[in-house]
Nanobody, 128 residues
Framework: QVQLVESGGGLVQAGDSLRLSCAAS????????MGWFRQAPGKEREIVAA????????YYSDSVKGRFTISRDNAKNTVYLQMNSLKPEDTAVYYCAADTSFGGSWYVPRFRHNYDYWGVGTQVTVSS
């Protein structure tokens, strides 16, 4: 069982920045692929960014590429999402997720079905 707790969400203006954090339980954190997803009201949950367990490979959705950066500190069992140049369309609940499968150290999980543990989410609201 893996527990994930997100923090860092809030209400900001367009153009501002936020850093989300996800604290994870477990001694095998460095072997987990980690991802950030978001879900706006009435919309499907979508991937935002993902990172492999080693932290040397990442994936970003086209909508956030160049603005968001995913990173991790395995010594702290924490994954981060630095969000810059925020736009109103970034408004959503942001979820942290973990892929605990065998290849998580090496491969970036790019699809929702790759993930088997989820946090409860943190709200990000960007006003115009």
């Amino acid at each position: 069982q893996v527990q994930l707790v997100e923090s860092g969400g809030g209400l900001v203006q367009a153009g501002d920045s936020l850093r989300l954090s996800c604290a994870a339980s477990g001694r095998a954190f460095s072997s987990y692929g980690m991802g950030w997803f978001r879900q706006a009201p009435g919309k499907e949950r979508e991937i935002v960014a993902a990172i492999n367990g080693n932290g040397d490979s990442t994936y970003y959705s086209d909508s956030v590429k160049g603005r968001f950066t995913i990173s991790r500190d395995n010594a702290k069992n924490t994954v981060y999402l630095q969000m810059n140049s925020l736009k109103p369309e970034d408004t959503a609940v942001y979820y942290c997720a973990a892929d605990t499968s065998f290849g998580g150290s090496w491969y970036v999980p790019r699809f929702r079905h790759n993930y088997d543990y989820w946090g409860v989410g943190t709200q990000v609201t960007v006003s115009s």
